[in-house]
């Protein structure tokens, strides 16, 4: 079976009602990335940045996978299929896809403010101050905030690197170390980028630009290769 690996960023999510973050009116327009997605934040206004990840989860519980993530997972009855994912929502295991690796965390997680392996899954929207892990300690948001280290980058490396196709939906590409993925796929394997602002990136060969929304663009190419087997 061949591989195919995908990288997604907010713009896959942004059809299901989940606000990217450098479009217009996306989260960074409307607040201050040092302010809520930093250490030095949650040293400082820690009832901020609470208050800004459990209004992201509520939003979460309230909504569905659309078509793109959807389309992704037809994909699996022909390839074997990894997705890294820069979203910490949860839209591509609603939707069913099988691999998924997540590089900037998940917002249904928190975590313990003492040791980083003691994880847990919220069942519900809200971390208020004072919520502990069983050490004691403050839970945290289970998100890479910037700063800080990228834990899942080199297991992310690796698998690039054994792509027979890689597939790029929906992302600026200009946070990295994410950004920097595309560099690790061998030069003559295909490579396909789909989102309306979509760019030839410089030095990238065998790219496929697909400058459209991830729900019209992903089925398009989710077709184009399953009947190319
Ligand atoms: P950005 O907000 O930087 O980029 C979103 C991309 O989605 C843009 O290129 C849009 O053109 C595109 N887009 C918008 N609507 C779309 C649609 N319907 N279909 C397809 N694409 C669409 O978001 P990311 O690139 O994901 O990190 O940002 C990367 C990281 O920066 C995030 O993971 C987050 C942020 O800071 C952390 O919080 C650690």
Redesign the pocket.
């Known amino acids: 079976m061949k591989k195919i690996v995908i990288l997604?960023?907010?713009?896959?999510s942004?059809?299901s009602g989940v606000?990217?973050?450098?479009?217009s009116n996306?989260?960074?327009r409307n607040n201050r990335?040092e302010e809520v997605?930093s250490p030095i934040a949650w040293e400082n206004n820690r009832e901020l940045v609470l208050e800004f990840y459990n209004q992201r989860r509520k939003q979460l519980f309230e909504v569905e996978p659309n078509d793109?993530h959807k389309w992704l997972v037809k994909l699996e009855q022909q390839y074997d299929v990894q997705i890294i994912t820069?979203?910490?929502d949860d839209l591509h295991e609603r939707a069913g896809s099988s691999n998924i690796l997540h590089?900037?965390?998940e917002l249904k997680k928190v975590r313990s403010t003492r040791d980083p392996e003691l994880i847990y899954t919220l069942d519900h929207w809200e971390l208020k101050d004072g919520d502990k892990c069983e050490l004691g300690s403050q839970l945290r948001p289970h998100?890479?905030?910037?700063g800080e280290s990228v834990p899942m980058i080199e297991p992310a490396v690796s698998v690039v690197t054994g792509a027979d196709i890689f597939i790029v939906?929906?992302?600026?590409?200009?946070?990295y170390p994410?950004?920097s993925l595309i560099n690790y796929v061998n030069t003559e394997v295909p490579k396909y980028y789909?989102?309306?602002?979509?760019f030839s990136v410089p030095g990238i060969s065998n790219l496929s630009i697909i400058a459209?929304?991830?729900?019209t663009?992903v089925p398009k190419l989710v077709k184009r290769l399953l009947k190319s087997e």
């Open positions: 997604t960023g907010a713009g896959i942004a059809e606000s990217t973050f450098r479009d996306g989260l960074w990335i997605a793109g820069q979203n910490v590089l900037h965390g998100i890479v905030w910037f939906i929906g992302t600026s590409m200009v946070v994410a950004a789909i989102d309306p602002k979509a459209e929304k991830a729900g663009g």
